[in-house]
């Protein structure tokens, strides 16, 4: 049995586009970047977060 990867899906404003950014290994934070431009977006984990599970990033 596979576990699944937790994920955020992420409109990236700089293409209008979707994509999803993954968890670390470490568990610190989500990463990933724009499938069009290559741009990074980190989104840290920490208390007092949000159980949003979809975000813009500009």
Not at 19 to 31: F, L, P, Q, S, W
């Amino acid at each position: 049995m596979t576990e699944k990867r937790k994920f955020l899906g992420i409109i990236f404003e700089c293409c209008n586009v979707y994509g999803r950014i993954y968890k670390n290994k470490e568990g610190t934070a989500y990463v990933g970047k724009c499938p069009r431009c290559l741009k990074y977006v980190t989104v840290k984990i920490g208390k007092g977060g949000t159980e949003n599970r979809f975000f813009k990033a500009y």
